[in-house]
């Protein structure tokens, strides 16, 4: 479409206004990387081509009278108020444009169910809020989770060209394979989509659903949680790179080697500063959205940690509530199963000895001796 | 209940403000209905400059996003649920009576208990945000299982959409006795005015579809408190089947908000034509289709859950089918305007505002219509362009052309003509720079519902919420040019509009009597 | 127009519309049971009775490939996962799959497991002649516990499905939680408000 002069004045503008250096004036689908995608993209197009020469028609009908017969110009009323015939052509006409448009879109819908075979299945799991992956062969699993950092957010420091669409952990596909997706979720209804492979699936818990892409070129797609989740559904992005089968093969054995040895000595006694200068990493990337920067938080659905009951008193009930979740508040999740000891250990150091200052903390070796209780 | 005409015996009637507390006047109750629903559409607005103020550049500046959610959620219940349909309720109490030719609604009592069941919903609705922990953020359509997360306010929200329910139940059963029995000697079904038929046919999807909604936030209300497990699939329940239910309420709920718009442009584009519409009867019957319709293509709000192909194939086709009698009424309302003798006074501009843009919302109907399609624009900012072009380009718009339209039969005054053009250039302008480019940033991929964004979608972003203020604003202008018609407008002629032949302006006086048609008038010819 | 008539006539509306708005409150009801049922004969939900089989043919010319997956609803660390994650299968040949639950911990508990599948019209193709989801198991505390499943590829299973999925997720039951020892408590907070 031609840029009109508004838009080049706005964009103008924009160039003057840091947070719109990256603007671009979409006007249409990201080219989608899938052949299905294409196809989809291609059907919209005729559809919308199809919009065009109706709305001339009926638009054009439209400014005609309301340009010549109006009263002004001395139009005299006519007084016909009934026709048959021409009522059953315009019941005919959009019946059959109707019918023309459901062949393209029918053999479209029927494309996009395809069972085959795949070559590799993925499982990604809706967390609040952050993904959970899971390649059911491989054995490779890992959370997902929003890497800009709250800064960005709040504008302390400049927004990067991959503002809120960038994660830790990237999933990671070879190109030219068809890849299965299966959705669930662990606490309410996510939506797993990438527009530029052209999948959007929800994410339901208690069910899998499956999807399946296969992109056919390399790159790093991008794309966001599509189903109100709750506080954080605009921060739980999705990033699919897309590699050459060799990139591919040698991530995973990266993958493999990292989960086979965990990178902290389990057995190590740590120091107070150690954990706490680890743990604010941890805090910043999983705890700072709900209980605030300095553990402020937002009572009373997120308590503060600052002179918080749990956070200030028996060491023990602050590592229950952490790795079990709270019975009282659901907001609060289980980081059990997400965090490592290590990280478990470092956070509950950081907001104790951080942001409080109560004195005491634990080792890694005494999470992992409280999971096994 | 007492009959209708009981209370001619005005001589002990309160006045002040008990007068509206215990009036059972139809054009009180009216009034009553169309103010209410006017400070709800104000209410409803600011929460939507809120989302706008937000969404006007990247990064978090205004909000926190748990209260943005909120925003986008009540933003969606009041403006639904206390914003416009009442304001169409509002409508049919002061003209379905005069147009039909009967002295006041069949229960008039009731009539008046429905009205005063809205405030305290709106209350609770709006005190819901006061609650521990705020009201749902859940958005209006409330999936499960989010709502079973959600504090107290929650619970406050159940509770207004049980009273709304109610109100509108009554509400319609009112309508539809007064329309089938109450009508004048002569007055036949296929003589009506089509805004009655509109209202009968939506009265009965209203009875029809908002106890299928009471029911799934009862369930919801049930598995938060009771230990109950319909949504959660723990207890052998399953979340989807929370979709099901509501959207099976949801999507007759759209035509519920569409239909009476219908009905009122067909009673201006006519008048302002000086000729009558065209195609009367075949005006009926695509309304009739229109609703039965609704009632079977629910689960294209919800084709992500995944659903078997079949389904998805069954779904796609019926929802199609809704392109042709909505079809049938744009082309009989260019049929009515063409070779009239138009003249575009304000009622008559709204009225081509809603033809244009309610065209170009049903357009994007038939791209979302396709299944593949609609996939990729699920939950995208395509889907909110799509639904204000229908709901404010289409419903709102009509509000505005019936207002200005009735006006002078209400209040014996006129508006400002000039100012009442204004407000219409205003508010065109506006919408579709508010929501022209919401098509670019859902066909871009922006999700809704998100309280800050990618960079890429900022430039339209800002476009967007320039828009929604001038929007806003203009919206502020009308009250305006409608507290000076009332204060200081010019007095109305006994016929002000040359085309109109309804009996409201035929067989009654301008400003119509407290009082009308205490004898029904004889339309036997 | 008679007045009394006339409000007679009203009456009557009023209370046959108060039914239908009755009726449509109870049919929001019904479309428990109804959906329920619906996916019973999809076979998407298939808890608790074991199929039946009608076709045992063999069907050796095709492979079909089964995926296992396993997904726990818990926040106290137990884990339930299959043994196999991929198997190669001829529709109408007895399949036998295990899944395994291992409870670290000091809980007893009872769990239920529900099945799910990929693609979801493959449901009705699954055919279980024995299942762990059939019934709640009681999980003892330091517990690993072998759970299987009997089933059958259905030969009229679509000629285009290469590949289906089989995953469960496990709950634990509200309530049926103890300890062995009792100076843990901790709390359950799934779906609880």
Sequence with gaps: MKVSFGVRVLSMLSALTPGLAFAEWNLNFTPASTLLGAEIQAVHDLVMWIIVVISIVVFGAMFWSILKHRKS????????????????????????????????????????????????????????????????????????????????????????????????????????????????????????????????????????????????????????????????????????????????????????????????????????TELVAAGEQVYNANCVACHQAGGVGMPPTFPAIKGGKIATGSIQGHLDIILNGSAKNPMMAAWGPILSDMDLAAVIAYQRNGINSTGDFLQPADIAAARSE | MEAAHDHNHDHHEPTGIMRYVTTTNHKDIGSMYLWFSFMMFLVGGVMALVIRAELFQPGLQVVEPEFFNQMTTLHGLIMVFGAIMPAFVGFANWQIPMMIGAPDMAFPRMNNWSFWLLPPAGILLMGSLLAPGGAGGVGWTMYAPLTIQQGMGMDMMIFAIHILGMSSIMGSINIITTILNMRAPGMTMMKMPLFVWTWLITAYLLVASMPVLAGAVTMTLTDRHFGTHFFNAAGGGDPVLYQHIFWFFGHPEVYIIAIPAFGVISEVIPTFSRKPLFGYASMVYATGSIAILSFLVWAHHMYTVGMPVEAQLYYMFATMLIAIPTGVKVFNWVATMWKGSMSFETPMLFAQGFLFLFTIGGFTGIVLAVTPIDIQLHDTYYVVAHFHYVMVAGALFAAFAGVYYWLPKWIGKMYDERLGKIHFWLSLTFFNVTFFVQHFLGLAGMPRRIPDYALQFADWNMVSSIGAFGFGLSQVFFLYVLLKAIRSGEKAPEMPWEGATTLEWTHLPTPAPYHSFETPPDLRS | MKAANLDNQNKTLLRKLVVVALVMFAFGYAMVPLYKKICEVTGVYDLIKPDEIVNTQIDKSRTVVMEFDANTRSQVGWELVPVEVRMNVHPGELVHATFRLTNPTDTIFDAQAIPSYGPQHAAQYVKKLECFCFTQQKINAHETRDFSVVFVIDPSLPIDVGTVTLSYTMFEIEGTRSTVDSTVEVGFRAFKS
Excluded at chain 1, 174 to 200: C, E, F, Q, Y
């Design chain 1, 73 to 272: 110009v001395g139009h005299k009323a006519a007084n016909f108020h009934e026709n048959t015939t021409i009522e059953i052509i315009w019941t005919v006409i959009p019946i059959v444009i109707l019918v023309a448009m459901a062949f393209p879109a029918t053999r479209l819908l029927l494309a996009t169910r395809d069972s085959s075979a795949s070559d590799i299945t993925i499982k990604a799991t809706g967390y609040q809020w952050r993904w959970g992956y899971e390649y059911l062969d491989e054995g490779v699993k890992f959370y997902s989770t929003l890497a800009t950092p709250r800064s960005q957010i709040d504008g302390v420091t400049e927004k990067t060209s991959t503002y809120l669409l960038e994660v830790d952990n990237p999933v990671v596909v070879p190109v030219g394979k068809k890849i299965r997706i299966l959705t669930t979720a662990n606490d309410v209804i996510h939506s797993w989509a990438v527009p530029g492979l052209a999948v959007k699936q929800d994410a339901i818990p208690g069910f899998i659903r499956d999807i399946a892409f296969k992109a056919e070129t390399v790159g790093t797609y991008r794309g966001q949680c599509s189903e109100l989740c709750g506080k954080e559904h605009g921060f739980m992005p999705i990033v699919v790179e897309v590699v050459s089968e060799e990139d591919y093969q040698s991530w995973i054995q990266a993958k493999l080697t990292v989960a086979g040895a965990p990178s902290f000595d389990p057995n190590k006694s740590y120091s107070v």
